[in-house]
């Protein structure tokens, strides 16, 4: 979801840490033979498989409960045969975590997301798992996920609630970009770092989060094109980037205290 390499081991985290620069790594990098991706986990002894080869040992290899072959796939995807799916919901499962890959055809509209699948922890939702899903209403994160990948929840036009109940670190770019029966941004965990474009062309959005915690650092775009906004929310000090963050919001009251920071 959100990775930098730089020339030290252990520099490519689903949890990145802004303050450090880095994090730790300790599953496994998918990518094409012969990437520099390869090169990158050969240099630095990470775990490479070549996209579209068998799973690793790392990973918990299920049959799905399902009958035919279009209940495992998506308007999106065709999912590799390594997921595991449960309840309408594809994820990769590895030793000490599982990754939240994509939604399934009748999903239904109330999606709350297990903290454990297969007797370990939820820890990421990657990038546009739940993109241009039609079918949710609500959905609830649970405290176990850490990340939450680039536009997961894009275009899901008929998502009207959203519940963040964990310490998530790392809210990838515009997450809920395009949810427009969204009405009200929900409360954002104390932890997240990154907010940029997060509820960008939220048309119907009136009210945004109560407040922007004080370990957010940038929210560039956060609202942009939220035209119908009318409370923002409290920006708390630390907030180091915030440009084009109101940036098309007519209905604004009133342009919230930007901190000195």
Request: hydrophobic content about 40%; charged content about 20%; some cysteine.
């Given at each position: 979801?959100?990775?930098?390499?730089?020339?030290?081991?252990?520099?490519?985290?689903?949890?990145?840490?802004?303050d450090?620069?880095?994090?730790?790594?300790?599953?496994?990098?998918i990518?094409?033979?012969?990437?520099?991706?390869?090169?990158?986990?050969?240099?630095?002894?990470?775990?490479?498989?070549?996209?579209?080869?068998?799973?690793?040992?790392?990973?918990?290899?299920?049959?799905?409960?399902?009958?035919?072959?279009?209940?495992?796939?998506?308007?999106?995807?065709?999912?590799?045969?390594?997921?595991?799916?449960?309840?309408?919901?594809?994820?990769?499962i590895f030793?000490?975590?599982?990754?939240l890959v994509?939604?399934?055809?009748?999903i239904?509209e109330?999606?709350?997301?297990?903290?454990k699948?297969?007797?370990?922890?939820?820890t990421?939702?990657?990038?546009?798992?739940?993109?241009?899903?039609?079918?949710?209403?609500?959905?609830?994160?649970?405290?176990?996920?850490?990340?939450?990948?680039?536009?997961a929840?894009?275009?899901?036009d008929?998502l009207?609630?959203?519940?963040?109940?964990?310490?998530?670190?790392?809210?990838a770019n515009?997450?809920?970009?395009?949810?427009k029966?969204?009405?009200?941004g929900?409360?954002?965990p104390?932890?997240?770092?990154?907010?940029?474009?997060?509820?960008?062309?939220?048309?119907a959005?009136?009210?945004?989060p109560?407040?922007?915690p004080?370990?957010?650092?940038d929210?560039?775009?956060?609202?942009?094109?939220?035209?119908?906004?009318?409370?923002?929310?409290?920006?708390?000090?630390?907030?180091?980037?915030?440009?084009?963050?109101?940036?098309?919001?007519?209905?604004?009251?009133?342009?919230?205290?930007?901190?000195?920071?």
């Amino acid at each position: 979801p959100f990775c930098v390499i730089t020339n030290s081991s252990g520099t490519i985290s689903n949890t990145y840490d802004g303050d450090k620069g880095e994090g730790t790594f300790s599953g496994t990098i998918i990518g094409a033979e012969g990437s520099t991706a390869q090169d990158y986990a050969k240099e630095f002894g990470y775990k490479f498989t070549v996209a579209g080869a068998p799973a690793t040992t790392t990973a918990v290899v299920t049959t799905a409960p399902v009958t035919t072959t279009a209940a495992v796939t998506t308007s999106a995807k065709v999912l590799p045969s390594d997921s595991y799916i449960a309840d309408g919901i594809a994820y990769y499962i590895f030793a000490d975590h599982a990754e939240l890959v994509s939604w399934m055809d009748g999903i239904g509209e109330t999606v709350s997301i297990p903290q454990k699948v297969e007797k370990v922890p939820v820890t990421v939702i990657l990038d546009g798992a739940f993109a241009n899903c039609k079918d949710i209403k609500t959905v609830e994160v649970p405290a176990s996920v850490s990340t939450i990948g680039e536009s997961a929840f894009m275009n899901c036009d008929n998502l009207v609630s959203v519940k963040i109940t964990g310490p998530v670190k790392c809210i990838a770019n515009g997450t809920f970009w395009g949810c427009k029966s969204l009405v009200e941004g929900p409360e954002l965990p104390s932890t997240v770092r990154r907010c940029l474009m997060m509820f960008a062309d939220c048309t119907a959005m009136k009210k945004g989060p109560a407040r922007i915690p004080g370990s957010a650092r940038d929210c560039s775009d956060m609202f942009r094109g939220c035209e119908s906004l009318e409370n923002a929310p409290e920006i708390s000090e630390g907030l180091i980037e915030c440009s084009n963050m109101f940036n098309g919001c007519r209905a604004l009251k009133a342009v919230p205290d930007i901190p000195a920071t």
